[in-house]
């Protein structure tokens, strides 16, 4: 710490990525990347724009992916905001959107980087107890609130919250904003995109870091009411008129273009979830219903931070949250049928 620090950097509790190690030999479970490379047609359009025309500013507006995203989704572009991944996004969400002088609400077991962001823009926010299943109950969130924000599937459990349940909770909090973080929706879940011409404080992000396998490419999106959308634009040309590079646009709206690739490898990652569930079954855990690219687990028998320490030295990395509530689950990313190979062996000499 350095005396030159403002009081308000001094205070500030950043988030913790996972870890990120060179990935030589090991078998890396642990941040939810995609095992399969992104499509090609986004590969060609990024080499592409590899050239001359990077002396050029990009376009701020990001104007060819807002137009892919929103053929994807039936949509008009003016519904569609993107950014420099999701939790660029998500900032200025919390930043531009939800109120002050009451608290936002989200689950007590959620994406760690919302209390984060709550700190960055002073908003007071409440945790609001997942159920014994560890599911989210919609009516625990019927209460004054400056805004409600939740992944849907939720992180790091993967439980999802059926559309219906999403649409009672819009249709008895219209006064503040509901946010849906979709990060990882194509794994298994609708997306609410399909309310959002109904319910105008509806917003709801995406990433491409997930499905679309583009996590080093940094592009996230929202999808809503033209109004939040314009609240977002305005934040993000008080803060960096072009987070998006040339290459990232160019890559990101081929991603969306090539349906094809996407959904043959979603559902590619879907089939080795149910093998690799029902294979850690079989070895005795509890896994929690997933329906996102990772599984939530725990063993009766075995401490959550042996098995991964006894999973590293094997050269396997899944994720240990040293938390509350959580404290005894791995939350482990679905890989390439022969990294889970590894996996399941390497947790059936340690079961
Ligand atoms: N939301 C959730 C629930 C996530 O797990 C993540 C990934 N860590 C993000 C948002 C952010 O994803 P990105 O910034 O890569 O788009």
């Known amino acids: 710490m350095s005396r030159f620090w403002s009081p308000f950097v001094k205070d500030l509790v950043p988030y913790v990525p996972g870890e990120q190690p060179k990935l030589s030999k090991l078998v890396k479970l642990n941040t939810n990347e995609n095992p399969y490379g992104p499509s090609p047609r986004a590969i060609a359009a990024m080499q592409e724009e590899v050239g001359d025309d990077l002396r050029l500013y990009p376009d701020p507006n990001g104007e060819r992916l807002k137009q892919a995203v929103a053929d994807y989704y039936g949509v008009q572009p003016n519904q569609v905001f993107v950014g420099n991944g999701s939790d660029e996004v998500l900032a200025h969400a919390f930043h531009g959107l939800f109120q002050h002088g009451r608290p936002l609400l989200f689950p007590d077991v959620t994406y760690s980087f919302y209390p984060v962001y709550c700190g960055l823009y002073g908003i007071a926010y409440e945790t609001i107890a997942l159920d014994e ?24 459990t993967g439980c999802l919250l059926p559309l219906d349940a999403i649409e009672r909770l819009l249709q008895v909090n219209c006064d503040s904003v509901v ?8 794994f298994g ?14 917003l709801v992000t995406q990433t491409l870091s997930k499905s679309r396998s583009l996590a080093g490419l940094r592009v996230g999106l929202a999808v809503g009411h033209p109004e939040l959308i314009e609240a977002l634009e305005r934040i993000k040309n008080s803060f960096n008129s072009y987070p998006l590079d040339r290459i990232a646009i160019a890559g990101a709206a081929a991603a969306f273009e090539d349906r094809a690739y996407f959904e043959q490898t979603c559902q590619q990652v879907i089939a080795s979830r149910e093998q690799v569930v029902a294979a850690m079954k079989a070895l005795g855990f509890e896994v929690l219903p997933s329906a996102a690219n990772f599984i939530f687990a ?8 042996g098995l991964a320490a006894g999973l590293r030295e094997q050269g396997v990395i899944v994720r240990h949250f040293r938390q ?28």
């Open 133 to 156: 299943q560890f599911r989210i109950d919609v009516a625990d969130y019927a209460r004054p609130n400056g805004g409600i924000i939740f992944p849907n599937p939720n992180a790091p």
């Open 179 to 186: 946010l849906v973080d979709e990060a990882y929706v194509d």
């Open 189 to 202: 879940g609708q997306s609410a995109i399909a309310l959002i011409d109904r319910y105008p404080n509806l």
């Open 298 to 305: 725990r063993h009766p028998r075995h401490d959550a931070g």
């Open 324 to 351: 509350p509530r959580i404290e005894q689950f791995l939350r482990i990313t679905i890989g390439t049928p022969e990294q889970n190979q590894a996996l399941l062996a390497a947790l059936g000499g340690l079961c």
